[in-house]
């Protein structure tokens, strides 16, 4: 297992590239403890998570975050399905020899997630699921205002605001703006995902 600098800070950690064969999983770790590796969002990309949830994650754990093969700053081929995106996860724990760990993942990384869950079982030690939706039949459509919203090619605080937070309360609207801000500290920032691969 990979040992880091517990020191450090999400939004100061260093991407790393993991060989898979003939590509490269781009990752970031940061603390110690039981392994988490998290599979992103739709669109997501190593700097779309808030560096508050990571940094509080890494006081008691190994917080990994990655991006999916050939997508943002990771090479090769993007997956057709969700079971690549979910073996993703494994494979990059492969390469850096941790046997066992927790799998996170949020939004379309939950679907990855629940995936490598069940073929991996194995593998994981606990599963979480963050605004994600379950195996099988859903009844309840999306939001016409967030299927909108997540197509839009470049993200205002308002767009942010309705994709990940409750724009109908004034509470959740500033914690939009606060997880804005810690976001876009960071300098050296991940490509984004390119539309045509969305």
Known sequence: MEKENTLIKADQSETKFASIQDYKIAYRIIGEGLPIILCNRFRGN??????????NLAQKYQVII???KG?????????ETILGFGKDAIDLADTLKIDKFILGGWSLGGW????ATTEFSNRITHTILIGTKPPGKVNHP???IFVKTAYISEYT???????????????????????????????DKDPKVRPELW
């Open 71 to 79: 997508l943002a700053s990771s090479t090769g081929t993007p997956h």
């Open 157 to 187: 605080i308002e767009h942010e605001t309705i994709l990940f937070f409750e724009p109908a309360s004034e509470i959740s609207r500033n914690a939009a703006i606060e997880s804005h801000n810690r976001i876009n500290k960071r300098k």
């Open 142 to 144: 999306l939001e016409e």
């Open 66 to 68: 990655f991006n999916y």
């Open 46 to 55: 190593l700097d779309d998570w808030d560096p508050a949830f990571l940094d």
């Open 112 to 115: 990855a997630a629940q995936v």
